[in-house]
């Protein structure tokens, strides 16, 4: 029996030698063989990579060495979401007038034509509060848009001509936030029935479509909107021209009483332009009543713009949806904007 196990040890023993021996000797004999296989040299070839480089051959079997590996910087081609962050986002197409736009998956869309017989399609958070947001409208003449009982002499946000008619995306701006979403969504709008890829689109200015105001007595014109979103007092602007007094500075005060009631006198500036802005006010029977005044110098002429306004209280709805869309009306009127927007086409003219 102690014979057998020696025998058993023995051979044990000799495959164990034999397995170091392979182990040591093999890769000097693999080299060897890939020495007399192939030439000391690879063939100077090269291979064009997707990137432009090339590449050569490399030992030991002169196979091509790898291409380097590109990153795309194309938004197009990449699998992330784009720049603009609009890959997500739904998309609305209306073969009918040949457009689309996109939108985030906050909103769903409604047709309402009932309450609104211009409107194409309305966007409505799915929010408890299911507010709407935005609207979509084709009008025959755009001065129909101001005169709408649900615009209340409102511009719209966005307006372009489609098939002869116009086309406006008006949405309520009450914060920042959503002024800066409803921008970019309507950034993505597209025409898509004129044949082309990329169809233009005709975007016109809010001014294109204001009343001009001729003065030829003293000499000067300007450009307002027909209505505004709320109800007017004063309207057109009343304008005054005067030499500019060498005494004018305008001392601002939070507590002025003035001619048109208890209000403010500030300095605005907005771009270029320097203004001395006066608001007064009462209410009564439910309505604030604002009387505001803007002067500003012209060439060698002080300019005065004066025009009025009444707000009503919008508790006296009760229900709770007028209320909102009364807030957001109001908050969304720019009295500052809306008279840099008017002074900007003002000038003189010649009698």
């Not at 958070?125 to 979509?136: G, V």
């Not at 009462?282 to 505001?292: D, M, P």
């Not at 229900?319 to 909102?324: A, L, T």
């Amino acid at each position: 029996m102690n014979k057998k196990i020696l025998v058993l040890v023995i051979c044990l023993l000799i495959v164990v030698i034999a397995g170091v021996l392979v182990w040591q000797l093999w890769p000097k004999y693999k080299y060897k063989l890939d020495d007399a296989v192939f030439p000391s040299d690879c063939p100077q070839e090269t291979k064009i990579c997707p990137d432009g480089s090339s590449v050569g051959r490399i030992r030991p079997r002169c196979d091509f060495a790898e291409c380097p590996i590109v990153i795309s910087s194309d938004i197009n081609a990449s699998s992330s979401l784009p720049i603009d962050g609009t890959a997500e986002w739904k998309k609305y197409k209306n073969e009918e007038y040949g457009f689309e736009i996109k939108y985030p998956d906050k909103y769903k869309l409604v047709i309402d034509e009932y309450g609104w017989p211009n409107s194409i399609i309305h966007f409505i958070e799915k929010s408890a509060a299911q507010s709407y947001r935005a609207d979509i409208e084709l009008w025959n003449n755009i001065d129909d848009f101001s005169k709408s009982t649900n615009h209340q002499g409102a511009q719209p946000s966005f307006i372009t001509i489609l098939n002869g008619k116009y086309l406006t995306i008006n949405y309520f701006k009450d914060t920042e936030a959503l002024d800066n979403e409803w921008k970019k969504i309507i950034s993505t709008f597209k025409i898509t029935n004129c044949g082309l890829a990329d169809c233009p689109i005709v975007v016109l200015d809010e001014s294109a479509y204001w009343k001009l105001y001729q003065n030829k007595e003293i000499g000067f014109e300007f450009k307002y909107p027909g209505t505004l979103i709320l109800n007017t007092q004063i309207w057109p602007p009343e304008v005054i021209i005067e030499t500019i007094p060498q005494e004018f500075s305008c001392q601002e005060n939070k507590n002025l009483k003035t001619i048109f009631g208890y209000g403010e006198r500030k300095n605005i500036t907005i771009g270029d332009r320097n203004y001395c802005m006066t608001m007064g006010g009462e209410g009564a029977a439910g309505t604030n009543y604002l009387t505001y005044q803007y002067v500003i110098n012209k060439d060698d002429k002080q300019v005065t713009f004066k025009f009025g306004v009444s707000k009503t209280n919008c508790g006296v709805f009760g229900d709770q949806e007028r209320i909102f869309q009364c807030e957001t009306t109001q908050s969304s009127f720019d009295p500052d904007k809306l008279i840099d927007d008017i002074f900007s086409t003002f000038k003189f003219i010649n009698n």
